[in-house]
């Protein structure tokens, strides 16, 4: 099984041969390291609270979904829907860029919005495919 781009719908990849009926997991990876209104961020708030930048937590996120992407095994349990939105340092960015991680949504709130959306109303609702699938959700910020 493998997790594919999806065309269109930045941050969405899915399992080829993917119905609205398809048992697995079901995934949300957020990571949010660069924060515009932080000290350190492109347009930072009046008082930051000396509040800055994460360091790791877009490459937490993009870290943990490679590992679903890759090497997640579990008998009958195949990942086969995530949603990735990661905001990186200008480094993480780089690194990514460097390993082909390209395809990935900016955590807005109106790309959460979508994303939650999208996930929730994915996954399966009847058995067996209900009873045969797994959420997983993971924000790191």
Known sequence: MTLEIVAGKPGLWRETGWTKDTPGV???VVGVSAYPYLEGG???????????????SASTAARLFDWLRGSFRRENLPVVWCYLLLSP??????????????????PTYANLLTAIKAWTGNVPKEPPASTN?????FFSG
């Open 26 to 28: 079901y995934a949300l």
């Open 42 to 56: 492109a347009t930072p708030a009046p008082d930051t609270h000396g509040l800055g930048q994460l360091l790791s």
């Open 133 to 137: 699938s797994r959420t997983l959700f």
């Open 89 to 106: 340092t200008a480094e993480e960015r780089a690194r990514f860029d460097a390993e082909g991680l390209t395809h990935y949504a900016e």
